[in-house]
């Protein structure tokens, strides 16, 4: 979802997120195939994320693959992405992380708690890929996915993926 897309747009694809998260479906042939592609040392990264956050990142993931994607580093930060939210985040925390950020943004630099780790996600879950041993560029990929910078087509078709799921 891109800012040219418009309020409307956005509030529509939040409220289809919303809709999303109250009862995310994770089956047993998501996690065979995300323990595929992550391997033992990181598919047990994938299993502390909430359901709604396994979801979210295996249609990231999907996404890419659907549009031709092979980049393997870019794959295993599609499924790892939101590792650094934990499961300590809870739906009303994502509710009031988008309000502020629309409303009151500098309440979100001081926020902690739940709030907290959905500012810090990227680098949360960058430290956590960092101690699992996984690949430099999935660990640089995984704490820029929330930053909005030109240069890095990787990383532009990781928020580009994030953006549409």
């Known amino acids: 979802m891109s800012s040219a897309d418009g309020p409307l747009a956005r509030a529509l694809y939040r ?3 919303f809709l999303g998260a109250l009862r995310p479906r994770v089956g047993a042939a998501d996690l065979a195939e995300a323990e595929a592609v992550l391997g033992p040392a990181l598919f047990p990264l994938f299993l502390t994320m909430a359901p709604r956050d396994q979801r979210h990142c295996l249609d990231v993931y999907r996404r890419l693959r ?3 994607c092979g980049d393997g580093d870019l794959l295993v930060a599609a499924l790892l ?3 650094g939210k934990g499961r ?3 739906l009303w925390h994502r509710v009031a992380y988008v ?5 009151a943004p500098s309440l979100l630099a001081r ?3 739940g709030l907290g780790a959905l500012r810090d996600h990227g680098q949360r879950g960058a430290a956590l890929l960092r101690q699992a041993g996984a690949p430099p560029g999935v ?3 995984v ?3 929330e930053e909005r910078r030109a240069g890095d087509p990787r990383l532009a078709l990781l928020q580009q993926a994030d953006d549409s799921c």
């Open 99 to 103: 309000l502020l950020a629309a409303l």
């Open 15 to 17: 409220c289809r997120q």
């Open 139 to 141: 660990v640089a990929l």
């Open 66 to 68: 659907a549009g031709g």
């Open 88 to 90: 300590q985040v809870r």
């Open 111 to 113: 926020a902690g708690g």
């Open 81 to 83: 992405h939101d590792v």
């Open 143 to 145: 704490a820029a996915h």
